[in-house]
């Protein structure tokens, strides 16, 4: 494998990772809350929707800081795409909070 490749598939597992991670955390706590009911249906589109859900905030991510990087280079940091991921994610998952 190339490098490039290599980078390109670290940027993708980057963002499908942690919706595999917010389907698990989120099946656990409904079923710490008794709200969870076992249905192998609701489980299999949760492995496919959380991912890409995560991934399609990750583009978004991406290229936020592309634009913000372009627009202000004196101000970029290496991690503040983890910033604008956890504004994403609170701004569309839990709207209401933001």
Not at 3 to 30: K, Q
């Amino acid at each position: 494998m190339s490098s490039d490749s290599e980078n390109r598939h670290h940027r993708i597992s980057f963002y499908v990772y942690p919706g595999l991670v917010f389907l698990v955390w989120e099946y656990l706590t409904g079923s710490i809350l008794g709200i969870f009911h076992f249905e192998p249906r609701r489980i299999f589109w949760g492995i496919i929707y959380y991912p890409f859900l995560f991934l399609l905030l990750g583009v978004i991510v991406e290229a936020i800081n592309y634009l913000y990087s372009q627009i202000f280079p004196n101000r970029t940091w290496p991690g503040q795409k983890h910033v604008w991921l956890m504004a994403a994610i609170i701004t569309l998952l839990w709207g209401g909070l933001f």
